[in-house]
């Protein structure tokens, strides 16, 4: 059973920090784009960042220069490293994995920016 579990989230004050985790588990990781989304209340789903088997990274443009997406396929796991957060970044991240027409998603984490 294919399985990405999120962590990491909660209530941070704007101008704070949070790095979120998604471990993946039950398929073999190191073959998928894995991403970062994240879709606030009357919001539609949006990607926040992605990086490739490769490594090679993309940034939605509201979140480049304070977020950092990275990868360690030895542990399974993505990492979203959020730093100078704004109250606008308040939403429901999402794990996404990518191969080919696979599309795997995690169950989310809240994350609220205080003001």
């Known amino acids: 059973q294919v399985q990405l579990v999120e962590s990491g989230g909660g209530l941070v004050q704007a101008g704070g920090s949070l790095r979120l985790s998604c471990v993946v588990s039950g398929t073999i990781f190191s073959i998928y784009t894995m991403g970062w989304y994240r879709q606030a209340p009357g919001k539609e789903r949006e990607l926040v960042a992605r990086i490739t088997i490769t490594g090679n990274t993309d940034y939605a443009g509201s979140v480049k220069g304070r977020f950092t997406i990275s990868r360690d396929n030895a542990k399974n796991t993505i990492y979203l490293q959020m730093n100078s957060l704004k109250p606008e970044d308040t939403s429901v991240y999402y794990c996404?994995?990518?191969?080919?027409?696979?599309?795997?998603w995690g169950q989310g984490t809240q994350v609220t920016v205080s003001s």
């Open positions: 996404n994995g990518e191969f080919g027409r696979i599309a795997l």
